[in-house]
């Protein structure tokens, strides 16, 4: 059977932003304009306006000018989400300087190795990661920073330490008449030019530094002004929950709220469901962008229990009055979130099928997105309003979406994707880069795939977790996972394959109220086993079910590194 590709596109000309701006541009630009507004506060914490961003970040640049740093040179950034990381951050890049963003959840051993791959000179750290890097194991290192106040830690460099100790010094002399609007300006950066150096561990253990152009930044940042930006006005609250050193949470909570004008929210230390819950009702954020697991918590514990009642459900069931019903139900749902986003945007990881189905079915503003890291990171987008059930949207503009399948609308193939958000490269790794970049410019996802007539996306899996068998047959797991996982006592699980057999892990919901001990949950599991291949295809049906009592280990997205239980 020959393979055939479907192509879906928007059209580039039209949907092309024509302020010509380029990225710096835009970070100025929003700068001058919200000078005396509320910019980034951690939460609880302190309030830096846009002026006063301003001024940090050309402290910094008098830092970096002064020890020598130089327009590509790489600096580090590795700590939870704070108004100090993202200053560190626009400083990097509106100086010219490389930003190499790392996740605090990586360990120690990870971030030596980050940094030394990456060459970076400087590296920022928060205060508790400060204690767990070891200065020794970076030997090319010329400087660490403390985000909290941007002390030093370490100095190998008598400018690096002069320039921090005459800081505020070299700023009043630089500026004696006060530091205003028309002193800021910022590098001017050119469309294939490196912003920074993106590394992830994905699920494969491995982690690669993805090159990400001025330009990929660009088409994120516009196509999110231009589809978010007239129902996200200036001046509004978004809460940034997602690690800043992700591109999901950098690009779409930081850098478009950021330039949107909003004032920014951070959580600045372990956020909690709890915490999360509380930050939403104070601060009630205009737009909420997460990922299904915090979604999924907040909808299982808090709203499923009061509507699984037999009276709900009978009130639920009636044509007179469910209308209603589903109205007051959505406007509860909608107060928990804090009660004025104009949508949550879900993305990352597949979001629960029962818990899409009950949101859809309230009238909930939710939508479900796509991306890579590789796309800095959007490929696919959809407006709540539009939200098709098990989509992720269509290709955003600026972006060519492919299915390399025989019968791309119903047979699931590779999705490849290529247009202006697409990365450069691995840094420092050819090898990856040509099994990832074609020589057309394709972007191989690695995520399979089914499209719609519209151009809906449709992800069935990844194509390393397709599982074939005994006769052939191609088995997505995570399909199996999404209906297991909204069975009685799953809070998550994972089919894998043992010889020919397949059997899932389960890691059991924990009820304080219950209190099951080990035998209770295994026969809740038989039960659940007989009930799953009832719904399930006889070459796909699972062996057995074990119990595993740790919760899975996961990426930054909350994906299970599925690599680690694989035996």
């Known amino acids: 059977m020959c393979r055939k590709e479907i192509t879906f596109a928007q059209n580039f000309e039209i949907c092309a932003m024509k302020t010509g701006l380029s990225f710096n541009q835009y970070?100025?630009?929003?700068?001058?304009?919200?000078?005396?507004?509320?910019a980034l506060t951690d939460y609880e914490g302190q309030t830096m306006q846009f002026h006063d961003v301003a001024r940090k970040i050309e402290k910094l640049h008098i830092l970096f000018e002064n020890c020598n740093i130089a327009k590509g040179d790489k600096i580090a950034i590795c700590g939870r989400n704070s108004a100090h990381w993202a200053v560190a951050f626009l400083a990097t890049?509106?100086?010219?300087?490389?930003?190499?963003?790392?996740?605090?959840?990586?360990?120690?051993?990870q971030i030596h190795n980050i940094v030394n791959h990456s060459e970076a000179r400087l590296l920022f750290v928060g205060d508790f990661i400060v204690k767990e890097v070891v200065p020794e194991a970076m030997p090319h290192l010329e400087g660490i920073v403390n985000l909290p106040d941007f002390s030093l830690k370490l100095s190998r460099s008598e400018h690096l330490d002069y320039a921090r100790e005459h800081l505020n010094m070299m700023?009043?002399?630089?500026?004696?008449k006060a530091f205003r609007k028309e002193h800021v300006s910022y590098h001017e950066d050119q469309p294939d030019e490196l912003a920074l150096i993106n590394y992830t561990s994905?699920?494969?253990?491995?982690?690669?530094?993805?090159?990400?152009?001025?330009?990929?930044?660009?088409?994120?940042?516009?196509?999110?002004?231009?589809?978010?930006?007239?129902?996200?006005?200036?001046?509004?609250?978004?809460?940034?929950?997602?690690?800043?050193?992700?591109?999901?949470?950098?690009?779409?909570?930081?850098?478009?709220?950021?330039?949107?004008?909003c004032h920014l929210f951070f959580l600045n230390r372990l956020p909690s469901p709890t915490?999360?819950?509380?930050?939403?009702?104070?601060?009630?954020?205009?737009?909420?962008?997460?990922?299904?697991?915090?979604?999924?918590?907040?909808?299982?514990?808090?709203?499923?229990?009061?509507?699984?009642?037999?009276?709900?459900?009978?009130?639920?069931?009636?044509?007179?009055?469910?209308?209603?019903?589903?109205?007051?139900?959505?406007?509860?749902v909608y107060e928990a979130f804090g009660g004025r986003a104009y949508e949550i945007i879900v993305g990352g990881a597949a979001l629960s099928k029962e818990v899409e189905e009950f949101l859809l079915q309230i009238g909930f503003p939710i939508t479900v997105g796509y991306g890579a890291t590789e796309c800095a990171p959007l490929i696919s987008y959809n407006d709540w309003s539009d939200h098709v059930a098990g989509s992720c949207g269509r290709a955003i503009d600026d972006m060519e979406v492919r299915i390399v399948s025989s019968n791309p609308l119903l047979t699931p193939g590779e999705i490849i994707t290529r247009g202006r958000n697409v990365m450069l490269g691995y840094y420092r790794n050819d090898e990856a880069t040509q099994k990832a970049l074609d020589t057309e410019g394709w972007y191989h996802t690695g995520d399979l795939g089914t499209i719609d007539e519209k151009g809906n996306i449709f992800i069935r899996g990844r194509i390393k977790n397709m599982l074939l068998g005994a006769n052939g047959q191609n088995i997505y797991p995570e399909e199996i996972e999404d209906k297991l996982n909204s069975m009685p006592m799953v809070a998550e699980s994972l089919v894998l394959q043992d010889g020919e057999r397949l059997v899932a892990l389960v890691h059991p919901e924990h009820d304080e109220q219950m209190n099951f001990n080990q035998g209770e949950l295994e026969d809740i599991m038989s039960?659940?086993?007989?009930?799953?291949?009832?719904?399930?295809?006889?070459?796909?049906?699972?062996?057995?079910?074990?119990?595993?009592?740790?919760e899975f280990q996961k990426t930054p997205k909350k994906s299970i590194k599925r690599y680690l239980y694989q035996a």
Not at 27 to 38: E, M, S, Y
Not at 214 to 235: D, I, P, Q, T
Not at 532 to 550: D, K, S, V, W
């Open 27 to 38: 970070i100025c630009r929003t700068i001058i304009q919200n000078w005396d507004a509320d």
């Open 93 to 109: 890049l509106t100086y010219g300087a490389v930003a190499v963003p790392i996740l605090h959840e990586f360990n120690a051993e």
């Open 171 to 176: 700023f009043g002399t630089k500026y004696p």
């Open 202 to 261: 994905g699920t494969t253990g491995f982690s690669k530094g993805v090159m990400l152009p001025y330009r990929a930044l660009l088409g994120n940042l516009e196509f999110c002004l231009r589809r978010l930006g007239e129902h996200v006005k200036a001046g509004s609250s978004m809460l940034d929950i997602l690690p800043m050193a992700h591109m999901y949470g950098l690009s779409i909570e930081f850098i478009f709220g950021f330039c949107n004008g």
């Open 275 to 332: 915490l999360i819950a509380k930050a939403f009702i104070d601060i009630k954020p205009q737009l909420i962008v997460t990922v299904p697991l915090i979604i999924e918590k907040i909808i299982r514990k808090r709203v499923f229990p009061l509507i699984q009642s037999n009276r709900m459900k009978l009130l639920m069931a009636m044509p007179v009055v469910q209308k209603k019903v589903r109205e007051k139900i959505c406007q509860q």
């Open 527 to 550: 039960q659940n086993l007989a009930e799953l291949n009832r719904q399930l295809p006889n070459y796909c049906r699972i062996a057995a079910i074990r119990l595993h009592e740790e």
